[in-house]
């Protein structure tokens, strides 16, 4: 078995090698290909990837390439990881719709819009490009806005499977919580990417005993404090929220923080710095423990998991994916790409049935999906005119002035991304 990782000079890649490592019985691979235009990051990263599979005695090969048609070919499933930009683009992302009282963030609001209209097209062309080198590859996609990325890759026609670590994170905290191993625990998760909740949390699988009412009884306080809201406002609402709903729940408050402390994107950068530092010494051969600070957390068996179930030709298992509606949510389109549990095997992700949707949740799924409809056309094919409608579109948008003053600024902060403008 061959993958390839396009985006392997990530300083993410590390907690993705180390679950390849330690889950090499469920996801026996033989080869795998790290491919980034970064040759230096790379060289770092790929050195300790070897080190992490010799340490853990994996047999697989690990090789590194900048050749992104070379890294691809022959490969069973390629996963995207990759930021078109790199942090100095996410830093203005976080920064400028600040500027109009707006949330700045990488993923929803202005700021995601940006990150869109830069990677929607090059993802398209990789994908592609695997397309004429291997079309039986399946294309994992963690790439950020994974919602809209996942349903341009669909749209036109690739076999793919976007995947956010959201869900496994509350599965591993509420398994914690619960004193059981993970595999007991199934969330009943419905929504868009980022966009999210956690309606029950059974035990057992699908049909088991909805436990969610214990968990917030027991331990309301902690699940509310990592989302950042306030307790009583989980409790009213009865289920837990994805932590991106404070934009929405909060969005005043948040942006009032937002302008007191460095962006998220500076944080970052200078812990990558110190990541990439320790990946040059030669003596380590783990992941380090910062790089739990970086993000991501449980990526790797997320990952693991969905590869082993679209590439191994056994039973179905049950995921949390971002795949097509296809009628499991009767108030979107079905090509709108929704997060929800799934049943994957080698032939893709078929959604669960999803009872009927509390008109609170329902209508804002229903105005973001309308959002990401337009931030595509306007990924696709450009124009002011489709960036400013998206914008308008957007609930943490939604003004006419705060929309126009959006649009040039994010044109202007990425022009060099956009063959259009």
């Not at 490969?75 to 600040?98: I, K, N, S």
């Not at 079309?135 to 349903?151: E, L, Q």
């Not at 994916?321 to 296809?326: M, R, S, Y």
Request: net charge negative; charged share 20%.
């Amino acid at each position: 078995m061959k993958l390839a990782v396009v985006g392997g000079g990530s300083t993410y890649t590390p907690e993705l090698i180390d679950g390849f490592a330690r889950l090499r019985d469920t996801l026996p691979i033989e080869e795998l290909v790290l491919v980034d235009p970064a040759a230096d990051r790379l060289d770092l990263v790929g050195g300790l990837a070897r080190r992490i599979f010799a340490k853990q005695g994996h047999p697989g090969t690990i090789t590194t390439t900048s050749d992104l048609d070379a890294g691809v070919e022959g490969a069973d499933a390629v996963l995207l990881q990759l930021r078109v930009g790199g942090q100095a683009a996410r830093d203005q992302d976080e920064t400028w719709p600040l500027e109009c009282g707006c949330v700045g963030q990488e993923t929803t609001g202005a700021g995601g819009l940006a990150k869109a209209l830069r990677t929607v097209p090059v993802v398209l062309d990789i994908a592609e490009r695997v397309r004429r080198t291997n079309p039986d590859a399946w294309i994992i996609d963690f790439t950020n806005p994974v919602g809209i990325v996942t349903r341009a890759l669909l749209q036109a026609g690739h076999k793919a499977v976007g995947l956010c670590n959201v869900a496994i994170g509350f599965q591993r905290k509420f398994a914690a919580m619960l004193d059981v191993s993970p595999a007991e625990v199934h969330l009943d998760h419905v929504g868009l990417n980022h966009l999210s909740w956690e309606l029950g949390v059974r035990l057992g699988g699908p049909d088991g005993e909805n436990v969610l009412p214990r968990l917030l009884a027991e331990h309301g306080a902690s699940i509310a404090a990592d989302l950042h809201l306030p307790r009583e406002i989980v409790d009213r609402l009865g289920v837990v929220p994805s932590y991106y709903l404070r934009y929405f729940y909060a969005h005043d408050e948040v942006v009032r923080e937002l302008g007191t402390k460095p962006s998220r994107a500076a944080e970052v950068a200078a812990m990558e710095k110190e990541l990439l530092a320790m990946y040059g010494d030669p003596k380590l051969d783990e992941k380090p423990a910062l790089l739990a600070k970086r993000g991501g957390a449980f990526y790797s068996e997320a990952a693991v998991d969905l590869a082993s179930s679209l590439l191994g030709g056994g039973a179905a298992t049950v995921q949390v994916v971002n795949t097509l509606n296809n009628g499991t949510l009767p108030f979107l389109p079905d090509d709108a790409v929704i997060e929800t549990q799934a049943r994957v095997d080698g032939s893709g992700a078929v959604p669960l049935a999803v009872p009927a949707l509390d008109p609170l949740y329902a209508g804002l799924i229903a105005q973001v999906t309308a959002y990401e409809d337009l931030a595509l056309k306007a990924a696709l094919h450009g124009g002011r005119d489709r960036v400013f409608k998206a914008l308008l579109a957007h609930p943490l948008v939604g003004q006419f002035e705060y929309a126009e003053g959006l649009t040039d600024r994010l044109i202007a902060h990425n022009r060099e991304h956009l063959a259009w403008a």
